[in-house]
């Protein structure tokens, strides 16, 4: 693998742009092939917050509305401790907390253990 610094005449706006513009295509390709009746990407995480990113997503799905997930009523930067906080809700309760179909298991499970001191 080749580091940046053998390539002293990159600049990092060149590096930065190039990421975004593989993010957006990413993005944009796999809801061409999975989802392509979508008509929201609701985006969470410090992307949300990238202007230029969240501009270029919306220039490139011209039949999606892009919005951050704010507008839904969740943070964008507290999406993953509310993903966390879920997944233990489910253990305490006793519930599964997986989709075969998404993670591959045999069958829905209870993830995580609680341990009384």
């Not at 061409?32 to 490139?60: D, I, K």
């Amino acid at each position: 693998m080749h580091h940046l610094k053998h390539f002293p005449n990159l600049r990092p706006v060149d590096v930065q742009t190039t990421l975004a513009a593989l993010t957006v295509q990413s993005i944009a390709q796999s809801i061409q092939q999975f989802a392509p009746a979508t008509q929201e990407l609701v985006v969470c995480g410090g992307g949300a917050l990238n202007t230029h990113l969240m501009q270029s997503l919306q220039n490139t799905l011209t039949r999606v509305q892009v919005i951050a997930s704010d507008q839904r009523g969740l943070p964008a930067m507290q999406v993953e401790a509310c993903a966390f906080a879920w997944l233990a809700r489910q253990t305490v309760f006793g519930l599964t907390g997986n989709l075969q179909s998404v993670t591959g298991a045999q069958g829905t499970r209870i993830l995580g253990a609680i341990y009384p001191a």
